[in-house]
């Protein structure tokens, strides 16, 4: 059964760095073509894609956000941490972990995590 | 970049015919995925490579994709069905994934 879920502080305060973990289940961080993105939803707003780590440790980063995103992973641990450094309220958001899948011609999400809710204020 | 252009809502009566649209220039020669995400909710994978439809989903729920325009369509709506649903593609030049702003389907 593969299961993803997410973890990592409620309140940030602007300035400060945001770092979250994703903890997987049910298959493997280093099995060939198995990647886990990020991404995440502000309230009412549409999903956005943040970053991706592929089982080969290649990443990839959504264009606006590349400054500041760091994805990395602990394959003994199962987990894939993202940070987010500088945080603005603009960041208010629900972060969402999920596997991605190999298709005929690109990826899709097959799991998701249940998602976190982060609020940056001070 | 590529913007996947979505309606904002759609409306149907149960037991009719949604068709939800996601258009970009071309956006026939790359594979759609769709996603329902209801309230307070993850999203859930209904679609992807344009027509095929993950274990547990209802064949009620299909897609296509031509030309400029890709198109999910749910039969016989129930009001369990009201969500929001999102199109999404990959980018191959930049290596992106990109979606759609989201359509919000309501059952009249």
């Known amino acids: 059964q593969v299961t993803l879920k997410e973890s990592g502080p409620v309140l940030v305060k602007p300035t400060e760095t945001l770092t979250l973990t994703c903890t997987v289940s049910g298959f493997s961080l280093s099995s060939t073509r198995m990647t886990v993105s990020w991404l995440r939803q502000p309230p009412g707003k549409a999903l956005e894609w943040l970053a991706h780590?592929?089982?080969?440790?290649?990443?990839s980063y959504s264009t606006s956000l590349k400054s500041r995103l760091t994805i990395s992973k602990d394959t003994s641990k199962s987990q894939v941490v993202l940070t987010l450094t500088n945080v603005d309220p603009v960041d208010t958001a629900t972060y969402f972990c999920a596997r991605i899948r190999p298709g005929s011609k690109g990826y899709y999400f097959d799991y998701w995590g249940q998602g976190t809710r982060v609020t940056v204020s001070s | 970049s590529y913007v996947l252009t979505q309606p904002p809502s759609v409306s149907v009566a149960p037991g009719k015919t949604a068709r939800i649209t996601c258009g970009e220039n071309n956006i026939g020669s790359k594979s759609v995925n769709w996603y329902r995400q209801k309230p307070g909710q993850a999203p859930v994978l209904v679609v992807y490579?344009?027509?095929d439809r993950p274990s547990g989903i209802p064949e009620r729920f299909s897609g296509s994709n031509s030309g400029d325009t890709a198109t999910l369509t749910i039969s016989r709506v129930e009001d369990g069905d009201e969500a929001d649903y999102y199109c999404q593609v990959w980018d191959s030049s930049s290596d992106h994934q990109v979606f759609g702003g989201g359509t919000k389907l309501t059952v009249l």
């Open positions: 780590i592929f089982s080969n440790d290649e990443e």
């Open positions: 490579d344009d027509t």
